[in-house]
């Protein structure tokens, strides 16, 4: 989570609601102050807790909020989340703005858990992808983390990727890995395999991690099997492909190092959080 990040993420998100003024909240007295409560609904992993707070620290940095859980946890349904206390007006204008960013980052960190709690007996590791909402790339990786998961690159700049567009304009599988290791040094770079000829080629280059992309479990055993065979056993082995809840234990039983998966962050299924206020 990067602070400067929170902020711009938040900035827009009011811009984007409030406008020139919310309207409706006009309607309460200006001294009104209130109490509020926000509870779950459903079994989550809590995250976002940056986010909220610097919703309500924009409107009015004179609302306090004091947490009962804190981004990581699970919390049980009817579970008390967080109490809230301050000025009315600006407590009911920073609640949507303030629960849509708890409830996509919980959704995404309680995704990520369930993904992670399925492969807690083997060596694999969860990790995200690019597949995000746009704008919202460092918090949903953000509660990846919460979630148990581990980020994959954040974006086309921190690592390399070498997919089959790449290795077809560079003429070769090594061709390609070479080049970015000259251009690239310091990075980490990885590179798409379609089957275990391939996976034999990329064995024989500087490559630090190879995605086995839609491979059969038995092929992902066959590729785990060849690669503590040669002499790249440092060599990771990452799933991807076909991946869901039904899938992921079976494909981190075959010994790949990591399983990445666009579910956790591109199917949102908003946590169901609610703030109730209490009274005047």
């Known amino acids: 989570m990067i602070p400067a990040t929170v902020t711009v993420d938040v900035t827009r998100a009011l811009a984007e609601d409030v406008g020139d003024g919310d309207v409706t909240a006009q309607l309460i007295p200006a001294s009104r102050l209130a109490e509020a409560r926000v509870i779950t609904r459903g079994d989550i992993v809590l995250a976002g807790e940056a986010w909220f707070e610097a919703v309500f620290a924009q409107l009015d940095p ?72 746009p704008g919202l790339r460092q918090a949903q990786k953000y509660a990846v983390r919460c979630g148990g998961g581990q980020n994959h690159r954040m974006g086309l700049f921190d690592a390399v990727l070498i997919k089959e567009n790449h290795i077809a304009a560079a003429g070769s599988l090594a061709t390609a890995v070479a080049a970015a290791r000259e251009q690239q040094p310091q990075l980490m770079i990885e590179v798409e395999v379609e089957n275990l000829e391939q996976l034999d080629e990329a064995l024989t280059t500087s490559a630090n991690s190879v995605l086995l992309d839609n491979f059969h479990t038995s092929a992902l055993r066959a590729a785990v099997e060849r690669r503590n065979q040669s002499d790249r056993r440092d060599l990771k082995l990452e799933a991807s492909g076909n991946v869901d809840l039904t899938t992921v234990a079976s494909i981190a039983a075959t010994g790949v190092d990591y399983i990445s998966v666009g579910n956790l962050t591109k199917n949102v299924d908003a946590a169901d959080l609610s703030m109730r206020f209490l009274g005047t």
């Open 62 to 133: 004179h609302i306090q909020i004091h947490w009962h859980h804190n981004d990581g946890d699970r919390v049980s349904p009817d579970g008390l989340i967080c109490s809230l206390e301050g000025n009315a007006r600006n407590l009911l204008t920073g609640e949507r703005t303030a629960l849509n960013f708890l409830q996509l980052l919980s959704s995404t960190a309680t995704q990520t858990r369930r993904y992670v709690d399925a492969v807690a007996n083997t060596q694999a590791l969860i990790l995200d992808t690019r597949k995000t909402l």
